[in-house]
């Protein structure tokens, strides 16, 4: 029976270890035992991706008695006699090291590092007392930056959901604002596509449009470009859909609103919102389909058995819609809007203050692991 784990490169997670339960691909005893032989993996070995992202790496904190290596893997086995596996692994992950060995790289498109390549590169080894003190002092960086990674991330979720609490706060209505099935208010259909699509893409001047999912960045509110262009032909059998109209995926980012900054055409597994605009100011109507509760209202209705199916033009037509009066639209709006540009500076500084503290533990690394003379 397969009972062990083969750990490949995606497995690697550096100070962390070798992560082996539940995603790794599972192979039997005699397959644990041949791959053992050949490496002989044991604790406090580094292991070192040798092709494809070279030198992704892991720190082998337990005896490997249930899980091998692949061929892409180096098991690297530190003489600690005089060189602490920790110390060794800071080095690996700097900058100097690097240098080192992407300059022994071959293959032009896969990258790799050959075993005797790697083994070439000079490693300083200062007294075993510099050594701990130094990876004393970057496990405390490690660590700190690691909290910190933890604390501005929090941060960041917690500054959305305040901000999703107060939208759906704003659109709640009571008993006051009249409320229509969504199809009443706007004209709902779906995509079409032309078959086989491959037939109809097109690279010359006169082609048009054709929007796909992957034309939007995750996040995005609007529908700015498209990779793919279609013949006109091909629009003829599929959907148009104008700048100012709203698409829905009914399968992948199920529900997820985006508006049309350009006209285009779109393919089945889009839903097109249009013919609203006496009824709907489009930036509240964005935010209403947004909200956590036309978006549970559509999985539920588009549920059946526990699974989510696609979501189809009657399920959108039959929500149930607050319809303020477009004064208050624009008053919700402009609140929102607000909301919306203080969640967004947030969202832009602290990953980069995550990146920067990153880069200032890689710097200070580096400077730690830099000697002015490398004894082999």
């Not at 790496?57 to 290596?69: S, Y």
């Not at 498209?226 to 709203?246: H, N, P, Y």
């Amino acid at each position: 029976d397969a009972t062990g784990f083969y750990v490949t490169v995606r497995e690697l997670n550096g100070l962390k270890g070798v992560f082996q339960h539940g995603k790794t691909d599972l192979i039997n005893a005699d397959a644990i035992k041949t791959i053992n032989n050949r490496a002989n993996i044991e604790k406090d070995d580094i292991l070192f991706s040798n092709t494809g992202t070279v030198g992704k790496m892991a720190l082998v904190l337990e005896t490997p008695d249930n899980w091998g290596i692949n061929e892409g893997i180096y098991a690297i086995k530190p003489q600690q006699k005089i060189i602490m596996p920790k110390f060794l692994y800071y080095y690996l992950t700097g900058q100097e090291a690097y240098n080192d060995y992407s300059s022994k790289f071959t293959g032009s498109t896969l990258k790799h590092v050959t075993q005797r390549a790697l083994a070439s590169i000079p490693v300083p080894i200062p007294p075993m007392q510099v050594q701990s003190e130094i990876v004393h002092i970057l496990d405390n960086f490690t660590e700190l930056t690691a909290e910190l990674t933890a604390e501005l991330t929090a941060e960041l979720t917690a500054r959305k959901k305040q901000y999703e609490y107060y939208r759906d706060e704003l659109l709640t209505f009571g008993d006051d604002v009249h409320v229509v099935k969504f199809g009443e208010a706007a004209k709902i259909v779906r995509g079409a596509s032309p078959r086989p699509i491959r037939n109809f893409i097109t690279n010359t001047s006169d082609g048009v449009n054709w929007i796909k999912i992957g034309d939007i960045a995750v996040g995005e509110k609007y529908v700015t470009e498209t990779r793919e262009k279609i013949t006109k032909e091909g629009a003829s059998k599929s959907r148009l859909v104008q700048k100012g109209d709203f698409i829905l995926s009914n399968s992948m980012s199920f529900g997820r609103p985006y508006i049309l900054a350009i006209d285009g055409y779109i393919h089945d597994g889009w839903l097109s919102i249009s013919g609203f605009s006496d009824k709907y100011i489009s930036d509240f109507l964005y935010h209403l389909i947004s909200s956590n509760r036309i978006q549970k209202e559509m999985e539920q209705k588009a549920s059946f058995g526990g699974a989510v199916q696609n979501l189809n033009a009657d399920i959108v037509k039959s929500l149930d819609f607050p319809l303020p009066s477009l004064y208050e639209q624009q008053r919700i709006v402009d609140i929102l809007d607000k909301f919306d540009a203080l969640t967004t500076d947030i969202s832009a500084g602290l990953p980069a203050e995550i990146e920067a503290r990153q880069k200032q533990y890689e710097y200070y690394r580096d400077k730690l692991l830099t000697f002015k003379e490398k004894v082999a």
